[in-house]
C-alpha cells in the first residue's frame, strides 16, 4: 500500500502573544570568544526553525546587508539547483554525462550527476585546479576542456572511491545550464533565488566571472542563506513557494558514500564520512539522515536538522583554512542550540505565516 504524504498546516500567531524568543546566549559567547580569538571584523549568527526565524545576532561591522564569500557553503546552494533539474526529468540522476556532454568519453562520459555531486566520480583532490579559477572563460569553456584534456586522477574510477574535490561539481554545473534552459547563475536565481525572495546569491564571491564555480565562488548575506536553509528544513517549501519535493530534499541529504574508500577528504571532515548531494550528514541511529552540514574554507557553515525542522547559519570571513579552528567550535554551538531547543519555548522572532511540513515519502 502507498505511503500517504502528511501534510500539516501551522497557522501560527503575531509574536505578540508567545512567551519569549530563545537568544542561544551560550551558543553565542562561544561565537564571540571565535571571533574575537581570530582578529574578525565580525560576525552573524542565525537560527532558525520551519516556523521562522529563532535568532539573528551580529558582531562587529557585520549587518544584515553584510555579503561573504562562502567557499564550500556554495556547494548545498548549487546541490539545491541539481536537485532540482532532475526533479523536472531535465536530467537524469544516474545517467551518463556523455548523453548531455557529448565531449565526455570513455569512462569519464560514464560520469552521473549523481556521482559528480557526491564526490564519487573519479576526480577529487582538484580545488586548486587553474580551470576551476580561470576568470577569461565560461563556464562551457572550461567544461570543455575538462572533457578533453583532464583525465581521472590517477588510481580514481568512476563511482570507485570517496575523493572531496571540484572538478566534477563543475561539469554537473553545466549539465545543468545544458538541460535547464540556459545560464547557471541566472537560472539559479530565477529558479531558486526569486521564488525564496533571495536577492544576494550570486557565483561571484571570488571576483567577476562567467567561469562558476559551481563547488566554490558563491557569496551572500546571511539571512538570504538563512532562505534558503528554511526551505530545506521545511522539505522543499519556502516564501509560500515549493522549490523541490520532499522526495527531492531526502535526496540532497541521502548517504552517497557507502563501503567506498576514502582518497582524499579535507582535514576537518569527521569520520565515518558520510555525504550526500552537496553536504555532509550525520545519519541518526535508524540511518535517516539527521544534520547536514556544508563547511566552506572561509568559515561560513550553514546547517539543516531534518528530524528537528531545524537550521541555521554561522557566518564569518577569515583567511583560508580557518575553518580548522571554527568547526569545532561551530559543532559545540550547534549542540548548545540543540538543547536549548529540546528544553521547549523557542518563539521565532519572525515567524512564517503558514509553514507546510510533509514527510519526505511525498512525492
Same mark, same amino acid.
Given at each position: 500500500?502507498? /505511503?500517504?504524504?502528511?501534510?500539516?498546516?501551522?497557522?501560527?500567531?503575531?509574536?505578540?502573544?508567545?512567551?519569549?524568543?530563545?537568544?542561544?546566549?551560550?551558543?553565542?559567547?562561544?561565537?564571540?570568544?571565535?571571533?574575537?580569538?581570530?582578529?574578525? *571584523?565580525?560576525?552573524?549568527?542565525?537560527?532558525?526553525? #520551519?516556523?521562522?526565524?529563532?535568532?539573528?545576532?551580529?558582531?562587529?561591522?557585520?549587518? *544584515?546587508?553584510?555579503?561573504?564569500?562562502?567557499?564550500?557553503?556554495?556547494?548545498?546552494?548549487?546541490?539545491?539547483?541539481?536537485?532540482?533539474?532532475?526533479?523536472?526529468?531535465?536530467?537524469?540522476l544516474d545517467t551518463p554525462v556523455s548523453t548531455y556532454l557529448?565531449?565526455? #568519453?570513455?569512462?569519464?562520459?560514464?560520469?552521473?550527476? +549523481?556521482?559528480?555531486?557526491?564526490?564519487?566520480?573519479?576526480?577529487?583532490?582538484?580545488?586548486?585546479?587553474?580551470?576551476?579559477? =580561470?576568470?577569461?572563460?565560461?563556464?562551457?569553456?572550461?567544461?570543455?576542456?575538462?572533457?578533453?584534456? +583532464?583525465?581521472?586522477?590517477?588510481?580514481?574510477?568512476?563511482?570507485?572511491?570517496?575523493?572531496?574535490?571540484?572538478?566534477?561539481?563543475?561539469?554537473?554545473?553545466?549539465?545543468?545550464?545544458?538541460?535547464?534552459?540556459?545560464?547557471?547563475?541566472?537560472?539559479?536565481?530565477?529558479?531558486?533565488?526569486?521564488?525564496?525572495?533571495?536577492?544576494?546569491?550570486?557565483?561571484?564571491?571570488?571576483?567577476?566571472?562567467?567561469?562558476?564555480?559551481?563547488?566554490?565562488?558563491?557569496?551572500?548575506?546571511?539571512?538570504?542563506?538563512?532562505?534558503?536553509?528554511?526551505?530545506?528544513?521545511?522539505?522543499?517549501?519556502?516564501?509560500?513557494?515549493?522549490?523541490?519535493?520532499?522526495?527531492?530534499? /531526502?535526496?540532497?541529504?541521502?548517504?552517497?558514500?557507502?563501503?567506498?574508500?576514502?582518497?582524499?577528504?579535507?582535514?576537518?571532515?569527521?569520520?565515518?564520512? +558520510?555525504?550526500?548531494?552537496?553536504?555532509?550528514?550525520?545519519?541518526?541511529?535508524?540511518?535517516?539522515? #539527521?544534520?547536514?552540514?556544508?563547511?566552506?574554507?572561509?568559515?561560513?557553515?550553514?546547517?539543516? =536538522? #531534518?528530524?528537528?525542522?531545524?537550521?541555521?547559519?554561522?557566518?564569518?570571513?577569515?583567511?583560508?583554512?580557518?575553518?580548522?579552528?571554527?568547526?569545532?567550535?561551530?559543532?559545540?554551538?550547534?549542540?548548545?542550540?540543540?538543547?536549548?531547543?529540546?528544553?521547549?519555548?523557542?518563539?521565532?522572532?519572525? *515567524?512564517?505565516?503558514?509553514?507546510?511540513?510533509?514527510?519526505? =515519502?511525498?512525492?
Open positions: 500500500m502507498p /505511503r500517504v504524504p502528511l501534510w500539516i498546516l501551522l497557522v501560527l500567531a503575531s509574536p505578540a502573544v508567545h512567551a519569549a524568543e530563545c537568544r542561544f546566549d551560550d551558543a553565542h559567547a562561544r561565537f564571540a570568544a571565535l571571533v574575537a580569538s581570530e582578529g574578525l *571584523p565580525g560576525g552573524g549568527m542565525l537560527v532558525g526553525t #520551519t516556523q521562522g526565524v529563532l535568532a539573528e545576532r551580529y558582531l562587529g561591522s557585520y549587518t *544584515p546587508q553584510t555579503v561573504i564569500a562562502l567557499a564550500s557553503a556554495s556547494k548545498l546552494a548549487s546541490a539545491v539547483r541539481i536537485a532540482q533539474v532532475i526533479e523536472r526529468g531535465e536530467a537524469g557529448p565531449a565526455f #568519453t570513455g569512462e569519464k562520459g560514464t560520469m552521473t550527476l +549523481r556521482r559528480m555531486f557526491s564526490h564519487t566520480a573519479g576526480y577529487g583532490g582538484d580545488e586548486s585546479a587553474p580551470v576551476l579559477g =580561470d576568470d577569461t572563460i565560461t563556464l562551457a569553456e572550461a567544461v570543455q576542456r575538462i572533457a578533453c584534456c +583532464r583525465p581521472f586522477e590517477a588510481g580514481y574510477t568512476m563511482g570507485g572511491q570517496f575523493a572531496y574535490g571540484g572538478i566534477s561539481m563543475h561539469v554537473a554545473g553545466r549539465v545543468a545550464e545544458v538541460v535547464g534552459g540556459g545560464d547557471w547563475e541566472q537560472r539559479w536565481r530565477s529558479e531558486v533565488g526569486t521564488p525564496l525572495g533571495i536577492t544576494t546569491i550570486d557565483w561571484q564571491g571570488l571576483g567577476p566571472t562567467a567561469n562558476y564555480r559551481i563547488s566554490g565562488s558563491g557569496q551572500s548575506s546571511l539571512p538570504d542563506y538563512g532562505r534558503l536553509l528554511h526551505m530545506l528544513a521545511n522539505r522543499g517549501r519556502g516564501d509560500g513557494v515549493r522549490v523541490l519535493k520532499p522526495a527531492s530534499v /531526502r535526496l540532497i541529504v541521502e548517504d552517497q558514500v557507502g563501503d567506498r574508500p576514502i582518497a582524499y577528504a579535507p582535514n576537518n571532515a569527521v569520520a565515518p564520512i +558520510r555525504y550526500g548531494l552537496g553536504n555532509w550528514i550525520a545519519p541518526g541511529p535508524q540511518g535517516e539522515p #539527521t544534520f547536514s552540514h556544508s563547511l566552506g574554507a572561509f568559515g561560513f557553515f550553514p546547517w539543516f =536538522d #531534518t528530524s528537528r525542522g531545524l537550521y541555521g547559519a554561522f557566518m564569518i570571513r577569515g583567511g583560508a583554512g580557518i575553518n580548522d579552528q571554527a568547526f569545532p567550535v561551530y559543532l559545540q554551538m550547534v549542540a548548545d542550540i540543540t538543547a536549548r531547543f529540546d528544553a521547549g519555548g523557542c518563539t521565532p522572532i519572525t *515567524p512564517t505565516d503558514e509553514v507546510f511540513v510533509e514527510t519526505f =515519502d511525498a512525492g
